[in-house]
């Protein structure tokens, strides 16, 4: 609902404020050096300012959108929606400080404007200020009654900085405000995945697509959770729901060369993964996937003109190493093999396929004390985690 505030004006506006005079340095360029003059205060004269505002926000128009927040706090410099409005601008131009400013006069001026200190939160992640992130957004929770889908928001927010219990949390909490809401299901199987069971997260899944059918990316990741589960034939009936709703997603033909990958038809993989590549001929984990099933076939050449294609597009995936060591290994290319692992493993330390590979590669060119350090690793890796004593 808008929100009541000076003269009895009810505004309601999704940004971020700022404490900041009318041209500050770090403003945009044109809000500084051209902002016209305040035009007669009157009530109407600053909502239509800030309406302005908001709809040069909604297109991206930050300058523009600067200059109408601007003018209003210059016609009405006691009333917070046109700081949080400025503010919104300069978070996004990456002027966090000053968006900081603004958010904070703002709540100085409405200590009770919730969604302002949900706005601040975002600001302060930015800044690594995470207790006063949280923090605001605590304030933000208890001063605006929450809806699930200001929930879901708020759940999505906390996975982005790591914080996935809290956002679980969260989106439990969406769920029981509202139990139909297929996107909350989704984003709780997404982002559970890691800790929840495998058929907690295909329930989830699954719920998420009865209520709302039509959501490509729905299908997607149920299907990578049913290769998850060795249901393969599933994984594949998702692959094609995919297609009928969307024939040219290129995603629906990476999933089916997953599944296919299950059941070693590698040669089916090929023809999965060249499709999605005629769709999108930059997708590389496909271009690494596909040169990964021509080394299943043999096809060696094949194998490391995709992973060599992939790495160029992607210098820093390191799968796309691994797998094209692979094939060189298998031609007789030992140095280029062992560069390849080295540069895997600089990738990803932790890599234990690249590991055991690089150990045997050690050992054929006569280096075992090399071999053996891998070795080594390598059972450090796989050794289970000890338990904590009572």
């Known amino acids: 609902m808008p929100r009541l505030f000076f003269f009895g004006l009810l505004l309601s506006l999704g940004f971020t404020l700022s404490l900041a005079e009318d041209t500050p340095a770090s403003a945009p360029t044109s809000a500084s050096s051209s902002t016209p003059p305040a ?34 706090i210059r016609l009405q410099p006691d009333t917070p929606d046109a700081y949080r409005g400025r503010g919104e601008c300069r978070f996004k131009e990456t002027d966090y400080q000053g968006a900081l400013s603004d958010l904070d006069r703002a709540i100085t001026l409405s200590p009770d404007f919730g969604p302002a200190y949900a706005l601040r939160a975002d ?29 879901h928001a708020e759940a999505l927010k906390l996975a982005k900085t790591g914080d996935r219990t809290g956002a679980l949390r969260l989106l439990e909490q969406a769920l029981q405000l509202d139990p139909a809401y297929a996107d909350a299901y989704y984003d709780r199987a997404r982002i559970g995945a890691a800790t929840r069971t495998i058929a907690a997260t295909l329930e989830d899944y699954d719920t998420a697509i009865r209520l709302d059918p ?69 997708y590389v984990s496909a271009l690494a996937n596909r040169g990964n099933s021509h080394n299943w076939l043999k096809h060696y050449d094949a194998a490391i003109a995709d992973t060599t294609q992939a790495i160029e597009i992607s210098p820093r995936f390191s799968y796309a190493y691994r797998t094209r060591a692979y094939s060189y290994a298998q031609l007789g290319r030992d140095a280029e093999a062992l560069a390849d692992y080295n540069k895997c493993l600089e990738l990803a330390p932790r890599d234990t396929s690249a590991l055991e590979s690089r150990a045997k590669l050690y050992r054929k060119l006569g280096n075992p004390t090399a071999a053996d350090a891998d070795t080594q690793k390598l059972q450090e890796l796989r050794a289970p985690a000890a338990v904590p004593a009572n």
Not at 125 to 151: E, I, M, Y
Not at 258 to 277: F, M, N, Q, S, W
């Open 214 to 282: 039509s959501k490509v990316h729905y299908y997607s990741l149920r299907g990578y959770a049913r290769i998850t589960d060795s249901y393969i034939d599933g994984a594949l009936a998702d692959a094609t729901k995919i297609l009928e709703l969307s024939p040219r997603y290129a995603g629906a033909y990476h999933l089916r060369g997953r599944a296919l990958h299950e059941i070693a038809d590698y040669e089916g993989c090929v023809t999965a993964y060249t499709k999605c590549l005629e769709i999108s001929p930059r």
């Open 39 to 72: 035009p007669s205060a009157t009530p109407e004269a600053y909502v239509t300012l800030v309406n302005d505002g908001r709809s040069h926000l909604s297109l991206a128009r930050y300058d523009a959108a600067y200059a109408a927040f601007t003018r209003a």
């Open 123 to 151: 600001i302060r992640q930015k800044l690594n200020d995470t207790d006063g992130a949280k923090s605001d957004r605590a304030d933000a929770l208890r001063l605006s009654p929450p809806t699930a889908a200001s929930l």
